[in-house]
């Protein structure tokens, strides 16, 4: 079988459901070529256009902690265009669910008004070359903009689970719930529209390995 496009990342991944992207998260327990202690959440384009093997990177936002998981799932409110491409869900080490909505991300790494309002930028601070101070605080401002989209994708921070979440799926039939599962067999069911009160199913006494598949409809 022929690869025909790839990824030099040490990450799980999620397909969207309903738009030509991939989302990756650094994988919990990997270590990369580069040593790197940080954990990030990225989308890519499942670009077949393209003679490049490898998939153009869209957007990125940093995670507080490595993933176990991702899910994918629909369109949480149906016809609202604030969540077209859906949510992602990603399963973290510390037990915690974290909720982004991707459509903030792609929308500031993706859009050609993005790409257009970054020429101009950059442009002046080749101008500003000259004028350190200036031009330091420049791109400041600019490290500042793109760190706010990252914050305002990031909706919800789910803490429920003891342990890390090894298991996560959103259900297809009714985007807004999500079945979680962690260690000690422990599982969750949220709804997106409510995530304060889930629904806990506590583990049996004699089931002591971690919940790491859950399939949903």
């Not at 256009?49 to 149906?78: I, T, Y």
């Not at 959103?170 to 069911?189: K, M, Q, T, V, W």
């Not at 709804?191 to 806990?200: F, L, R, S």
Request: charged share 15%; aromatic share 8%.
């Amino acid at each position: 079988m022929t690869c025909i496009k790839g990824l030099s990342r040490s990450a799980t991944a999620a397909f969207a459901p309903d738009a030509p992207y991939l989302a990756a998260g650094t994988m919990a327990g990997a270590v990369d070529l580069s040593f790197s202690s940080s954990a990030n959440l990225e989308i890519f384009k499942l670009d077949f256009q393209s003679d490049d093997r490898e998939l153009p990177a869209v957007a990125e936002s940093p995670s507080s902690e490595r993933f176990n998981r991702l899910s994918w799932g629909k369109n949480p409110s149906g016809s609202s265009d604030e969540f077209s491409l859906g949510l992602i869900a990603g399963g973290l080490v510390d037990g915690s669910i974290g909720i982004w909505n991707p459509l903030a991300l792609i929308g500031f790494g993706d859009s050609k008004d993005h790409k257009q309002c970054l020429v101009f930028p950059l442009l002046v601070c080749l101008l500003l070359v000259p004028f350190a101070p200036v031009a330091a605080d420049f791109v400041s401002l600019l490290v500042s903009f793109s760190s706010e989209a990252s914050e305002n994708a990031l909706l919800s921070q789910l803490s429920r689970h003891r342990g890390p979440v090894r298991g996560l799926e959103f259900n297809s039939l009714s985007p807004n719930h999500l079945a979680s599962g962690a260690d000690e067999g422990e599982i969750c069911i949220w709804d997106i529209a409510n995530p304060a009160e889930p629904t806990h199913f506590p583990p049996l006494k004699v089931h002591t390995q971690p919940c790491a598949v859950i399939c949903g409809t």
